[in-house]
């Protein structure tokens, strides 16, 4: 009688043990959650070689962390533990974790002869490249053998100090708590040559995903992508947005969370504004979109989404044909 309980207690421990150890089939790094992602603490690793705004960088955002109950360690890049939960500080260029990780997530930077372009989460952005005075910023928070990373780098050191500036600042994780990924941009407007909060704009982001098993009930959605495109250098987007099949448009706008108004006509329902951005009768702009890549005249309830269906918008003055 005792074997059998010992062996019954025994199985028990061991499905514990398991059931500790299973990843959980919901995946979602949002900055929002960065304070309870690292509560059990984390290791800010600099490069070898790391200026001087780099290291105020892992500074400035490790007190921030202190604040909020999370305490840290330090390490170099050819020295970062694997086992650890991470913040990352520094480009590519001088901190080869940030390189190892990019390529872990998909995060792309790359250099034309008059354009920056850059790729995380199957968006990618183009900038007019770097001029005197100015400076490009990531956060990017992600998950590498099961274990919460947190990228913050620049172009230059100034993107990476810019980047620090944002996420040391409490209320931005609440602001931006739903993205995953955001670009930024600095502009020294009063020519210091140093970064100041007020010189630092978002221009994109990109919303964290909830990954799940595929599940029966998926065979009657279909998902889509929407972004929107507000001018200077601003876009939003909501991607895998999953609605019932024979949904329209509109419904998938719904869906998606987006903040819109809109008018109904004779040939449907027609945008007028979107995330507080309305149209503008005096200067001629409107919400405009375009279906996997070809304009659209029709009101968004006439038309039945598809998988896959990539839906975006424009704030433009221009008209389309």
């Known amino acids: 009688m005792k074997g059998v309980k010992f ?4 199985m028990l421990f061991v499905f514990l043990i398991l059931l500790v150890q299973l990843p959980s089939p919901f995946i979602a790094e949002s900055i929002g959650n960065v304070e309870s992602a690292f509560s059990n603490g984390t290791v800010f690793v600099t490069g070898k070689n790391a200026n001087s705004l780099d290291l105020l960088t892992r500074d400035t955002v490790s007190k921030s962390f202190k604040e909020m109950g999370v305490l840290s360690t330090n390490s170099l890049d050819f020295e970062a533990p694997s086992n650890k939960q991470l913040v990352v500080i520094g480009g590519p260029v001088i901190n ?10 998909g995060v792309k930077y790359e250099e034309t002869q008059d354009r920056v372009l850059i790729t995380a989460k199957d968006l990618t952005l183009s900038k007019a490249k770097i001029g005197s005075g100015e400076d490009i910023g990531v956060i990017y928070f992600g998950k590498s053998n099961n274990l919460n990373v947190l990228m913050l780098w620049g172009a230059s050191r100034e993107g990476t100090f810019a980047a620090g500036l944002i996420l040391e600042d409490p209320t931005n994780l609440q602001k931006y708590g739903n993205s995953q990924f955001l670009l930024l941009k600095w502009k020294d407007n009063n020519g210091d040559q140093f970064v100041q909060k007020d010189e630092i704009t978002i221009t994109s982001e990109a919303p964290a995903i909830s990954i799940s098993t595929t599940t029966a009930e998926d065979k009657n959605n279909v998902t889509v992508s929407i972004t929107a495109d507000f001018g200077n250098s601003y876009t939003k987007e909501w991607k895998d947005v999953k609605v019932p099949k024979d949904s329209t ?9 987006m903040k819109f108004d809109y008018n109904i006509q004779s040939l449907g329902v027609f945008v007028t504004s979107i995330e507080g951005l309305a149209e503008n009768r005096s200067t001629g702009r409107y919400w405009q979109y375009w279906i996997n890549n070809d304009y659209s005249q029709l009101g968004i309830s006439n038309i039945k989404v598809a ?6 918008w424009k704030y433009t003055d221009s008209f389309q044909n």
């Open 7 to 10: 062996r019954n207690f025994y």
């Open 96 to 105: 080869s974790k940030t390189k190892e990780l990019n390529d872990v997530f």
């Open 249 to 257: 448009i509109f419904d998938a706008m719904k869906a998606s969370g």
């Open 307 to 312: 998988d896959g269906m990539k839906i975006e």
